[in-house]
């Protein structure tokens, strides 16, 4: 065999190899993936049911606190309780077939990795909301098709008919995710708002001698009203390490979920709190102050680009009123004068 035939045999078979070197790999990576989402969806679905049973157990003490001689009435289910009963079997029923359909690959084109993280940020951890958003993006898609398509017949035919369909497939499909775009925004402003109370309540926490899990935990029991979002997101982070997860599992989701280096670096602070301890009131006041200045300078720049805006407003509003206050009577005089002049 001459020698420029084995060199393109040789070539070949390190091609091949190479190729199933990597398929190999690929194929690792997705088994990893696959029994990370496993082991999340067990946490989460471990999390709803302590989550139930801390319910039924509370529900369960207020019934045994009621006076033993007397027996609590029964309630009387109406059709309205019925009918809210089926509802939430019904959302249970279409959640379970969504948790289905989220790990092939046609629910990780409707559901991907874009629409997880906003769902997280919205504060929908769990996989049973992701399974609600898979359904609710395809019946949205399937009822405006089907209104465009009973309404326009009608009126419309040809391409006009085709193209009207289509739109309406896409903006149901569509319209979910731009709900949820629009939640997600307004609490990534939240967390932007509320990080520098969460390190003055931190460090009042941690000055009067209380841990770490009891600072959260009084801050998400206490100060709700003060950090609507932040708080929540500390109560999904303290559920998830009462279920197993370790801290820094359970407080890098926040790190990572909202793209702030603030309220990284703030994570990070809390994970080094937790694993070595140490006192902490000091950093954390001089983060809250470095915080309120970068606000302040950010609020200066606001101030002075409105101020460039309000220039053209003043312009086309109040600068015609002025002419006419300042000018108007010199100009009624001058026609008044020539007015006489002509006569």
């Not at 082991?39 to 999390?47: I, M, S």
């Not at 391409?159 to 569509?174: C, D, N, T």
Request: with cysteine; aromatic share 4%; proline share 3%.
């Amino acid at each position: 065999m001459r020698p420029d035939r084995l060199l393109a045999l040789a070539l070949a078979l390190a091609a091949l190899a190479a190729l199933l070197i990597g398929a190999l790999l690929i194929a690792r990576l997705a088994a990893a993936r696959r029994s990370e989402r496993r082991l999340a969806h067990a946490l989460d679905e471990r999390a709803l049911q302590s989550a139930a049973l801390t319910a039924a157990a509370a529900a369960t003490s207020q019934a045994d606190a009621a006076p033993a001689g007397q027996h609590a009435p029964r309630p009387k289910r109406s059709k309205g309780t019925k009918g809210t009963q089926g509802t939430k079997a019904l959302l249970e029923h279409l959640a379970h077939a969504g948790i289905r359909w989220l790990d092939t690959p046609f629910g990780r084109q409707i559901v991907a990795d874009e629409d997880r993280r906003l769902l997280e940020q919205c504060g929908f951890v769990d996989a049973r909301t992701r399974g609600l958003f898979l359904i609710a993006r395809l019946a949205g898609a399937l009822v405006l098709c089907l209104l465009a398509v009973l309404l326009a017949s009608d009126y419309l035919n040809g391409p006009r008919y085709m193209a009207l369909v289509v739109a309406a497939l896409i903006i149901g499909f569509m319209l979910p995710k731009v709900l949820l775009s629009r939640r997600a925004a307004a609490r990534r402003h939240g967390v932007v708002d509320e990080l520098p109370m969460l390190l003055d309540l931190l460090r009042l926490l941690q000055g009067v001698g209380l841990s770490l899990d009891q600072s959260l935990q009084v801050m998400v029991n206490d100060f709700r009203g003060v950090l609507p979002v932040l708080s929540s997101e500390l109560e999904i982070a303290q559920r998830q390490f009462a279920t197993g997860r370790t801290r820094e599992q359970s407080l890098n989701r926040l790190a990572s979920s909202y793209s702030n280096e603030d309220l990284r670096a703030v994570v990070r602070l809390l994970i080094q709190v937790d694993r070595h301890g140490g006192a902490v009131q000091e950093p954390l006041k001089q983060f809250g102050d470095r915080l309120r200045e970068t606000r302040r300078a950010a609020l200066r720049e606001r101030i002075g680009r409105l101020t460039v805006k309000m220039t053209g407003v003043m312009i086309l509003t109040l600068l015609p009123a002025l002419m006419i206050v300042t000018a108007g009577p010199g100009v009624l005089s001058v026609l008044h004068s020539l007015e006489s002049a002509r006569r």
